[in-house]
């Protein structure tokens, strides 16, 4: 089935540097990638996704690049501020079936002051 | 902005007995899943649920775990008897019935503390 590995676990800059979470995916069948930031205690919230016929995306700070062929994706935050500090999953999701998100292990960001 | 809720937000329950946790999806979905997450751990996808079926479930989806959405507004996930591996953070989330999209919009969570 598809996996989804994510690096780094903990990751800490200063504010106003930038940040990069990275993810693999295992299964080329997967179309779709969504990343979700998570705080303490709180639901995962969607803050960025990418679908598989697009190779970048952005939005504001944030931003995603997909590459197919090395079947990996990317968190891009730029100009970092105190409150991005949270955890961030990446997830993959395969073509047709229903949907379900196969998460990553999650990234620990911190953004010092 | 519709949001999906679930009751309740902390559950304790001693090992051995039946929970059932609940979730108002958001209403024009009809995509529904069970996710959960051990502390500390990434999120699990449970179980998948479309049309009044499941459509798929994960190996931790056993014989003790059952989905159920007994009206038009509300999905359940039961635990018959708890087991103390069963302490995490449940999430529901649903999907629109749009098949270009694939966002889930997850709930606040259910804390189960199985002692």
């Known amino acids: 089935g598809e996996n989804v590995e994510q690096h780094p676990s903990t990751l800490s800059v200063q504010e106003g540097d930038s940040a990069v979470i990275k993810c693999t995916y295992s299964d080329s069948a997967s179309n779709y990638f969504p990343w979700y930031k998570q705080e303490l205690g709180k639901r995962p919230q969607l803050i960025i996704d990418i679908r598989s016929n697009v190779g970048e995306k952005k939005d504001q700070r944030i931003a995603v690049t997909l590459n197919k062929t090395a079947k990996h994706f990317s968190l891009h935050i730029t100009e970092t501020q105190p409150e991005d500090s949270a955890v961030y999953f990446c997830?993959?999701?395969?073509?047709?079936?229903?949907?379900?998100?196969?998460f990553g292990a999650g990234t620990r960001l911190a953004v010092h002051p | 902005e519709p949001e999906v809720t679930q009751t309740p937000s902390h559950q304790v329950t001693q090992m051995g007995q039946e929970v059932i946790l609940r979730c108002v999806p958001i209403s024009n979905h009809l995509y529904f899943y069970w996710y959960r997450q051990i502390l500390g751990q990434k999120v699990e996808f449970l179980v998948s649920f479309y049309n009044n079926e499941i459509s798929e479930k994960s190996e931790i989806f056993d014989d003790q775990f059952s989905v159920e959405r007994p009206d038009g507004s509300n999905f359940t996930l039961k635990i018959r008897s708890t087991k103390l591996e069963d302490s995490a953070m449940y999430f529901c989330?649903?999907?629109?019935?749009?098949?270009?999209?694939?966002?889930?919009?997850f709930g606040p969570g259910t804390r189960l503390t199985v002692t």
């Open positions: 989330a649903s999907r629109t019935s749009s098949v270009v999209s694939g966002v889930q919009y």
């Open positions: 997830a993959g999701v395969l073509s047709g079936g229903y949907n379900k998100l196969i």
